[in-house]
C-alpha cells in the first residue's frame, strides 16, 4: 500500500471518528450550557497537562525508534507500560490524598481526574506506538467504537438529569477503556535476539520533544485561562469553542503529520523539498477552504449547533481563523523538522508565540477582553507559521 492511500485511509477514519468526539463536545456543552461548559473544558485541559508532561515526549521518540529498530518494539512497550503505572500511582496519591486537604472543588471528582489523566497518558504514549508500527487503521477502530458507545450513553440519559459529575466520571472511563484497549492491542511478542536500547538517549529525545510540546500547549492555551479570570462564564465558554473549532485545523493536519512521520523518519519518502511541497499541497487548500466555509456560514452554525448563548462565537471566530489557519499549515511543516530531528527550531518558534501571549494579555486582555485575546493569538500564530516556513527547505538539506 503506497502512502498516499495510507494517507486517505487515515484521514478519512480520523475525520469520521472526530465527528462523533465533535457530537459529543456539542451534547455536554448543551447539558451544561454556557456558563458552565467553559470551566469544564479548562479543567480538562489542566489535567490534560498533567498527562502531556509524564508523557515526556516517549510517544515522538517509541516513533523515532522503532521506526528505524522495528526488533525494539517488545522493549519498548514495556517501558511504555512502567511510566503509565507510576503516572497513575502518582495521580492517586494527588487526587485521593492531597486534593482534599486543598480548598479546590476538584476534589469531588477525585476518580474521574485518575481515570482521564490514566487515560489520557495511555493514549498518547500507546498512539504513538501503533502509529510507529504503521497501524492507523487499528487506532481509528478503538477511538471509533468507543466513542460511539460515549455518544449513545449521553444521548440515553433522560433529559435535566446529566449533570456535570455523571459526564465527568463518563469521560474519564472513555479515555482509561481506549488507553487500555491501544494497550492490548499493540502488545508485542519478545523477539529472539532484542535490539539494545540506550534508554537514556531514548528518555533524552523524548524530553526536548515534550518540553517543545509543552510550550506549544502553554502557547494555545494561555489566552483561556485570561479570558476566564477576567471575563463572564459565557464569554469563557464561547472563546474556548472558538478554540475547539479551531483545534480541527491542527487536528486535520496532525492526522498527516503523525502518518508521514514514521516515513519521513525513515527517509523512505520526500527525499526533496518538492517532493514534500507537493504532498501536503492539497491539505493546505482543504485548510483554507474550510476557513472560507466557516467565514460566510458561521455566524449561523454556531448559535444552532451550542445553542442561543453562542451567538459571540462568530464575533471572535473572525479574528481567530487566520491564525487558525496557519496553526493548521504550522503542523505540517513540523513534521519536516521532526523527522529531521531539528526539535530546536520548533521550540523556539513555540517560545516566540508563547511569550507573545503572555506578555499582550497580561497588559491587553484586563482593559480590553476577550478581542484583545482573539487579536493577540491570531497574531502569534501567523507569526510563528512565518518564522518556520522560512526555513523548512533547509530540512530537506536545500537552500
Known amino acids: 500500500m503506497n502512502l498516499s492511500q495510507i494517507l486517505k485511509q487515515n484521514i478519512a477514519g480520523k475525520l469520521l471518528n472526530h465527528g462523533i468526539v465533535f457530537l459529543i463536545n456539542v451534547v455536554i456543552v448543551r447539558s451544561l450550557q454556557a456558563e458552565e461548559s467553559g470551566y469544564f473544558f479548562n479543567n480538562l485541559y489542566l489535567i490534560n497537562l498533567l498527562a502531556f508532561l509524564f508523557s515526556a515526549g516517549l510517544d ?47 476534589y469531588r471528582y477525585s476518580t474521574a481526574i485518575v481515570l482521564f489523566s490514566s487515560g489520557n497518558l495511555m493514549l498518547i504514549l500507546f498512539q504513538g506506538f501503533l502509529s510507529a508500527q504503521k497501524k492507523f487503521n487499528l487506532q481509528n477502530i478503538i ?20 449533570s456535570i459529575f455523571i459526564i465527568s466520571i463518563g469521560y474519564g472511563l472513555l479515555y482509561f477503556i481506549q488507553g487500555l484497549s491501544m494497550i492490548t492491542f499493540s502488545y508485542q511478542k519478545q523477539v529472539s535476539n532484542p535490539i539494545r536500547i540506550q534508554w537514556r538517549a531514548f528518555f533524552r529525545h523524548g524530553f526536548f520533544i515534550m518540553i517543545s510540546s509543552l510550550v506549544y500547549f502553554c502557547f494555545l492555551r494561555t489566552d483561556n485561562f485570561f479570558v476566564e479570570k477576567y471575563c463572564s462564564g459565557v464569554t469563557l465558554s464561547n472563546y474556548v469553542q472558538c478554540g475547539k473549532v479551531g483545534q480541527y485545523f491542527i487536528y486535520f493536519s496532525s492526522v498527516i503529520s503523525s502518518t508521514l512521520l514514521p516515513f519521513l523518519s525513515s527517509e523512505k519518502i520526500t527525499s526533496s523539498y518538492q517532493e514534500w511541497k507537493q504532498l501536503i499541497k492539497p491539505y493546505f487548500i482543504l485548510i483554507i477552504t474550510g476557513a472560507m466555509l466557516l467565514i460566510l456560514t458561521g455566524k449561523f452554525i454556531y448559535s444552532f449547533v451550542f445553542g442561543n448563548e453562542f451567538i459571540e462565537m462568530s464575533n471572535y471566530m473572525i479574528i481567530l481563523l487566520p ?68 526555513d523548512v527547505r533547509k530540512q530537506f538539506n536545500e537552500s
Open 323 to 390: 491564525g487558525f489557519v496557519c496553526l493548521g499549515m504550522l503542523t505540517l511543516i513540523n513534521a519536516a523538522y521532526l523527522s529531521k530531528g531539528n526539535v530546536k527550531q520548533i521550540f523556539k518558534g513555540d517560545l516566540i508565540g508563547f511569550s507573545i501571549v503572555l506578555v499582550a494579555d497580561t497588559f491587553l486582555v484586563p482593559q480590553y477582553g476577550v478581542y484583545a485575546a482573539a487579536i493577540v493569538s491570531s497574531i502569534s500564530y501567523v507569526i510563528v507559521f512565518l518564522y518556520l516556513w522560512k
Open 143 to 162: 477511538l471509533g467504537i468507543s466513542n460511539l458507545c460515549f455518544l449513545v450513553y449521553l444521548l440515553s440519559i433522560p433529559k435535566g438529569e446529566i
Open 60 to 106: 515522538y521518540s517509541a516513533i523515532s525508534w522503532i521506526s528505524r529498530e522495528p526488533l525494539s518494539a517488545h522493549a519498548i512497550h514495556k517501558k511504555l507500560i512502567e511510566v503509565v503505572l507510576f503516572f497513575t500511582a502518582v495521580m492517586l496519591i494527588f487526587s485521593f490524598v492531597i486534593l482534599p486537604e486543598t480548598s479546590f472543588k476538584l
